[in-house]
């Protein structure tokens, strides 16, 4: 597996798993811890393309609630496949701007991430991404996200955009549809999560690729609150 096919694994990595994500689900929710708490997640991932060599992500992450309606988070990952290995460092968060009390909150998250591909560490790429989540019937609830991001040796801006459901419970599942305008076909996940007592959460999530080649990627992730 090339380089190339490394960093946009690990890009992966260091968006979709990221502290202030909630997985099971890979969309971002328009919601925000309580005044004074804080997540910190660790996710493991394997992922493979055809006729490629296989390789693994491992991201740790952590966010703490600013304000009411804000937080802030700092996440750190790693993707390997062969001899080829990038690290990655990322600074996010995202703001709830409203409409919690109705059922539909929206809101914006943002992000800055730097990279290492072996050639010592520089910008990789902005993000911003709005952000609407909405209360459906019967505990599930359903979330979309619409942003733009501009990576470093691209010439444009990419637009991508995610729709997510999520059930609620001890035990729950979710599912994702997310996409751009550099891809012909959607990409797909599903995952479930368990509850472990009050503030432990694990997660397992299946994602593949549209587009041919097809990357398929397995993750477990843990995540603690206090």
């Given at each position: 597996?090339?380089?190339?096919?490394?960093?946009?694994?690990?890009?992966?990595?260091?968006?979709?798993?990221?502290?202030?994500?909630?997985?099971?689900?890979?969309?971002?929710?328009?919601?925000?811890?309580?005044?004074?708490?804080?997540?910190?997640?660790?996710?493991?991932?394997?992922?493979?393309?055809?006729?490629?060599?296989?390789?693994?992500?491992?991201?740790?992450?952590?966010?703490?609630?600013?304000?009411?309606?804000?937080?802030?988070?700092?996440?750190?990952?790693?993707?390997?496949?062969?001899?080829?290995?990038?690290?990655?460092?990322?600074?996010?968060?995202?703001?709830?701007?409203?409409?919690?009390?109705?059922?539909?909150?929206?809101?914006?998250?943002?992000?800055?991430?730097?990279?290492?591909?072996?050639?010592?560490?520089?910008?990789?790429?902005?993000?911003?991404?709005?952000?609407?989540?909405?209360?459906?019937?019967?505990?599930w609830r359903g979330h979309a996200n619409l942003?733009?991001?501009?990576?470093?040796?691209?010439?444009?801006?990419?637009?991508?955009?995610?729709?997510?459901?999520?059930?609620?419970?001890?035990?729950?599942?979710?599912?994702?549809?997310?996409?751009?305008?550099?891809?012909?076909?959607?990409?797909?996940?599903?995952?479930?999560?368990?509850?472990?007592?009050?503030?432990?959460?694990?997660?397992?999530?299946?994602?593949?690729?549209?587009?041919?080649?097809?990357?398929?990627?397995?993750?477990?992730?843990?995540?603690?609150?206090?």
């Amino acid at each position: 597996m090339n380089a190339q096919c490394c960093i946009a694994a690990l890009a992966g990595a260091a968006f979709s798993l990221s502290a202030w994500a909630d997985r099971p689900l890979l969309s971002e929710t328009a919601d925000a811890p309580g005044a004074g708490e804080c997540d910190v997640e660790a996710v493991v991932e394997r992922f493979r393309v055809p006729q490629s060599a296989s390789g693994r992500a491992w991201t740790v992450g952590g966010a703490c609630a600013v304000g009411r309606a804000s937080e802030l988070g700092l996440a750190w990952a790693q993707a390997r496949s062969g001899s080829e290995k990038v690290r990655a460092l990322q600074i996010g968060g995202k703001t709830v701007l409203g409409g919690e009390e109705d059922g539909l909150a929206y809101g914006v998250a943002y992000a800055w991430t730097v990279a290492d591909a072996g050639d010592g560490w520089r910008h990789d790429q902005l993000s911003l991404t709005g952000l609407a989540s909405l209360a459906l019937p019967a505990g599930w609830r359903g979330h979309a996200n619409l942003g733009v991001q501009r990576a470093r040796g691209t010439p444009r801006h990419t637009t991508g955009w995610s729709l997510g459901i999520e059930s609620s419970g001890t035990w729950w599942v979710a599912a994702d549809v997310f996409g751009d305008d550099r891809t012909r076909r959607p990409s797909y996940s599903a995952g479930i999560g368990a509850a472990l007592g009050e503030s432990t959460r694990l997660s397992l999530v299946w994602a593949t690729s549209g587009d041919r080649p097809r990357q398929r990627s397995t993750s477990v992730g843990l995540k603690h609150s206090f």
